[in-house]
């Protein structure tokens, strides 16, 4: 069903919706734009997005009308200097995160792209499950390293505490997703978000491999059908002061 509808007596018949819109879903007859029947519409909202006299409705959306911010309102020496301070923290203070903080990570996930604007990225807290999530990873892994599993060579010689995959910190968020591209970007833009508010991240790549070979944490999560675990992001307030930007090796690209 088409979710984008055109008030006629607002459009003034620009044309700057037909014109941005990726699916060609929208054309100007008589000086007003008019959906185009059977085209196929993936709701991506550039055309409520453009349109300068806001004629154009999305229903099942919110109708909180925003004003654009661009991104060149951000410094981009500041930004990047930011990005390339970024640290991954595996030492966290024991305070919680406030509730408003997780909202605003929420809100940065929800707001990533998805490819064809799938929209299809879920954000699991683990909240009362996660001591027993790391449980069970604890035990898999130990169990492993001493019977030689798949994991044997990343953890032959490596200590697994009791907080190996957590660090203590109080917030776990597993980000979900049928495509694995749209999972990285919403968990990019959620990083972001969370250092922006004074706290860390660590992406914990060992608890994503437990969940490939643990039927008994994937009920846990109870991931909605469909959908796979692509990132475990741990949160919280840093309790590390990082003091200079670490080197990188030279970029690496090409001209074709």
């Known amino acids: 069903m088409n979710k984008i509808s055109i008030r006629r007596e607002v459009c003034i018949g620009c044309?700057?919706?037909?014109?941005?819109?990726?699916?060609?879903?929208?054309?100007?007859?008589d000086n007003k734009a008019e959906w185009k029947e059977n085209s196929y519409c993936i709701e991506c909202g550039h055309c409520y997005a453009v349109c300068p006299v806001n004629a154009i409705r999305?229903?099942?959306?919110?109708?909180?009308e925003e004003a654009i911010t661009p991104m060149t309102a951000i410094d981009s020496d500041t930004l990047l200097s930011?990005?390339?301070?970024?640290?991954?923290?595996?030492?966290?203070?024991?305070?919680?995160?406030?509730?408003?903080?997780?909202l605003k990570i929420l809100e940065a996930g929800r707001y990533s792209p998805t490819g064809g604007n799938s929209q299809s990225v879920e954000f699991t807290i683990l909240g009362s499950r996660q001591?027993?999530?790391?449980?069970?990873?604890?035990?898999l892994f130990r169990s492993g390293k001493k019977a030689g599993s798949v994991f044997i060579e990343a953890l032959k010689n490596m200590d697994i505490p009791d907080?190996?995959?957590f660090k203590g910190a109080p917030l776990v968020i597993v980000v979900s997703a049928r495509n694995k591209t749209d999972g990285a970007l919403a968990s990019s833009y959620m990083e972001i978000m969370a250092e922006s508010l004074g706290l860390g991240v660590l992406y914990s790549g060992f608890f994503i491999a437990c969940t490939a070979f643990s039927p008994k944490l994937r009920r846990l999560l109870a991931l909605p059908k469909g959908q796979k675990a692509v990132t475990c992001m741990v949160i919280g307030v840093p309790d590390v002061n990082y003091k200079r930007i670490v080197p990188r090796r030279p970029v690496h690209a090409r001209m074709l």
């Open 163 to 165: 907080h190996f995959f």
């Open 82 to 102: 930011a990005m390339k301070s970024r640290r991954t923290i595996r030492q966290f203070k024991d305070r919680p995160v406030e509730a408003e903080k997780i």
């Open 58 to 64: 999305m229903e099942g959306y919110d109708g909180k």
């Open 15 to 29: 044309g700057q919706c037909a014109k941005d819109c990726p699916g060609t879903c929208i054309r100007i007859r």
């Open 131 to 139: 001591n027993r999530a790391e449980e069970i990873c604890l035990n």
